[in-house]
């Protein structure tokens, strides 16, 4: 069973350009979530992703940025005219469907964007 | 707004040493925490996982305690080795409904030969 697989593992992009991430979950997981870690910084959560539908986007920047998990295919996270702040490490985790007590999320390797 | 803290920010220490790294939340109401491990450009290692009902959690070297009251755990380490070096992330997890995390800032460790 591999891991949650991210693509591609350094991205580079000139200012205005856009960004696309992917994220395939771990096999039986239906659960994605997006997170973000700036230079020198904590982690911090974008968004919380079931099969076709987004459950919590409250750590989403307002403009430019969205997500998608559909029925078939990887999620995918999508950063339009990217500037120089959004160069960052996206780390994406996926947990599976049952919610008993002991489920956690795993994570991929992460996708660093550097925005030129 | 839960809001995670990590003490101390860097640490250096040679080799053999016992470490503590400290983690602090402000909103106690929390229903798992957990400590991860992240090497320079790598992703997330999880390391220990515990409840909110469990007061510590132990795997090898590494013990994890949580005293929830208080919004506090710490991530004891025995015998430091220099391949413990990396980065030490603490997360909580708010409910049961999902498994969205709050992360700290980190403590990035460094053990010398």
């Known amino acids: 069973n591999a891991g949650v697989m991210q693509n591609p593992r350094h991205l580079v992009r000139r200012r205005g350009q856009e960004a696309r991430l992917r994220c395939s979950p771990m096999?039986?997981?239906?659960?994605v979530y997006w997170y973000r870690q700036l230079p020198e910084e904590g982690l911090k959560f974008m968004v919380y992703?079931?099969?076709?539908?987004?459950?919590?986007e409250s750590g989403m920047p307002k403009e430019r940025f969205s997500a998608e998990f559909p029925k078939e295919g990887p999620s995918i996270l999508r950063i339009q005219q990217v500037v120089r702040g959004d160069s960052a490490a996206y780390f994406c985790?996926?947990?599976?469907?049952?919610?008993?007590?002991?489920?956690?999320?795993?994570f991929g390797q992460g996708t660093r964007l550097t925005v030129v | 707004k839960q809001e995670v803290t990590q003490i101390p920010a860097a640490l250096s220490v040679p080799e053999g040493e016992n470490l503590v790294l400290n983690c602090s939340f402000t909103?106690?109401?929390?229903?798992?925490l957990q400590w991860f491990r992240q090497d320079p450009g790598k992703g997330l290692t999880s390391l220990l996982l515990i409840q909110s009902s469990q007061r510590e959690q132990t795997s090898g070297r590494l013990n994890a305690s949580l005293d929830k009251s208080s919004g506090r755990s710490t991530l004891y380490i025995a015998a430091s080795q220099p391949g413990d070096s990396a980065t030490y992330l603490c997360a909580v997890r708010k409910g049961y409904n999902t498994d969205k995390l709050i992360f700290g800032t980190g403590t990035r460790l460094q053990v010398f030969p």
């Open positions: 909103d106690s109401a929390i229903y798992n």
């Open positions: 985790a996926s947990s599976p469907e049952d919610r008993g007590g002991n489920t956690e999320a795993f």
């Open positions: 096999k039986g997981h239906s659960h």
């Open positions: 992703l079931q099969k076709e539908n987004i459950i919590d």
